[in-house]
């Protein structure tokens, strides 16, 4: 059986982190080891929240922990989301390194959050630089939005060309493969919203209507699933088109049900079997 390492935030209430990538990752037939970097009440886009942040070494204790069980082997593969910390980062580096260290053919995917378009940055400072200087450098799989792809390859995008262009410099910099998130470039239409999955200098996209829900959690959720797939298949292109599915699935009816949270148990059914399945192109 596969088994994911997934070390990120965790909130109670609602789906974001761990808590949104858990469970699609178990309900594919994976078995995940969820090591969590922030225990809240919910996530900090309601204002108000309780809990705690724990620092590195609470990671490399737990990781530790695993390690004496004689576990790291069995480990195919380690997945990391919004850091709050160059301190959490570099425990997360870490465990990459030893899970490596026990089987060289475990894959890291690392979702570089760093910030939005309409948000900017909104890591703390030394965030950015630590994910393109050492954390990306590590990863297998990364899974940026287009705006962080832009912060990655030090350029600005519009064009698909110049899109491709950005994810070689990002190649550049140590992955294998990247799935870009959100991507609006000049040829996107203004009800679509596309998505460009890259690997061995091929890329391909996937185009999903736009949906009038903005709701947290949603990148955690794809980029559990592209990688979910993507360890199924060793294709990022096959990955990219069942995540996609899912995705628009399961906010499809976060939208229907006018809900703030992604609906991540009620739409199960869109891990497995999507409702809709979009064309997968190579561009």
């Not at 530790?64 to 997945?79: K, N, S, T």
């Not at 760093?114 to 030394?126: H, K, N, Q, S, T």
């Not at 990688?227 to 906010?251: M, N, Q, Y």
Request: charged share 15%.
């Amino acid at each position: 059986m596969t088994a994911v390492l997934s070390i990120q935030s965790h909130v109670v209430f609602g789906h974001v982190g761990n808590s949104a990538a858990v469970f699609p990752l178990q309900r594919l037939g994976i078995e995940v080891w969820p090591v969590h970097t922030v225990q809240f009440s919910n996530h900090t886009g309601y204002g108000a929240w309780r809990g705690r942040v724990f620092d590195g070494q609470a990671v490399d204790e737990v990781v530790e922990g695993i390690a004496e069980r004689d576990a790291l082997a069995g480990c195919d593969a380690v997945l990391s989301g919004y850091l709050g910390s160059a301190d959490i980062g570099h425990a997360v580096v870490g465990a990459v390194g030893r899970v490596r260290a026990a089987n060289p053919a475990a894959v890291y995917c690392c979702d570089p959050v760093i910030g939005d378009v309409g948000r900017g940055v909104f890591v703390r400072p030394g965030i950015p630089e630590f994910m393109r200087e050492v954390a990306v450098p590590a990863a297998d799989l990364v899974t940026p939005n287009h705006y962080e792809l832009d912060l990655l390859s030090g350029t600005t995008t519009g064009s698909l060309q110049s899109v491709k262009d950005a994810v070689t410099a990002v190649h550049g910099l140590g992955p294998k493969v990247v799935l870009t998130t959100s991507l609006d470039a000049e040829d996107t239409p203004p009800d679509a919203v596309d998505l460009l999955a890259s690997e061995g200098g091929r890329h391909w996209r996937v185009r999903t209507p736009r949906l009038g829900v903005a709701v947290n959690g949603a990148g955690d959720a794809i980029a559990a699933l592209f990688l979910a797939h993507w360890l199924d298949t060793r294709s990022a292109a096959e990955a990219l088109g069942r995540a996609a599915a899912s995705v628009h699935g399961l906010l499809a009816a976060t939208e229907a049900a006018g809900s703030r949270e992604i609906l991540l148990v009620a739409a199960q059914q869109e891990f497995v079997t999507p409702s809709h399945v979009f064309a997968v192109e190579e561009v």
